[in-house]
């Protein structure tokens, strides 16, 4: 039962630190301040300038469309959270193992995928919308 309690206090502790790393909480952070109507100035200000600009095309004889999106980006940098997390990780394979516990299962990496949000402006300058957050990668 040793065996087993520590595996489970060790995974209780793994699941908890992985929703503390990561690109998407901070991704959502800077979304959520995001606002229909700011200007360009207004959210470099806020959040900060995009990875990506694009101009979009108008559409003659449409009214009030998106003439220009911004794209940002976040990816979290290997930080304390993300070593703490592989040494539970590895903590966790080495209590496993030591049990006789046994089985297949390919490793993986710990790479965070990266999130992003799009911003989306009008002929005015002014933010007509902003995107869900999604997963590129």
């Known amino acids: 039962m040793g065996h087993g309690r520590a595996g489970a206090i060790l995974l209780s502790a793994c699941v908890g630190l ?3 790393a ?3 909480g ?4 800077r979304r959520v301040l ?3 109507g700011m200007t360009s100035e207004e959210i470099r200000k806020a959040i ?3 990875q990506r600009t694009h101009r979009v095309d108008a559409v003659p004889g449409v009214e009030d469309q998106t003439v220009e ?3 940002y980006l976040y990816k979290s940098p290997p930080g304390a959270g993300e070593v703490a997390l592989e040494v539970v990780a590895a903590a966790l394979i080495v209590v496993v193992l ?3 516990l046994r089985g297949g299962g390919g490793g993986g990496g710990t790479s965070e995928p990266t999130w992003r949000f799009i911003v989306g402006f009008g002929a005015d300058g002014r933010v007509r919308g902003v995107s869900s957050l999604e997963k590129v990668r």
């Open 18 to 20: 992985s929703g503390c």
């Open 48 to 50: 900060g300038g995009p």
């Open 34 to 36: 995001v606002r229909p």
């Open 26 to 29: 901070k991704a959502e952070d």
């Open 69 to 71: 999106v911004w794209s």
């Open 22 to 24: 990561g690109g998407a």
């Open 98 to 100: 030591a049990a006789g």
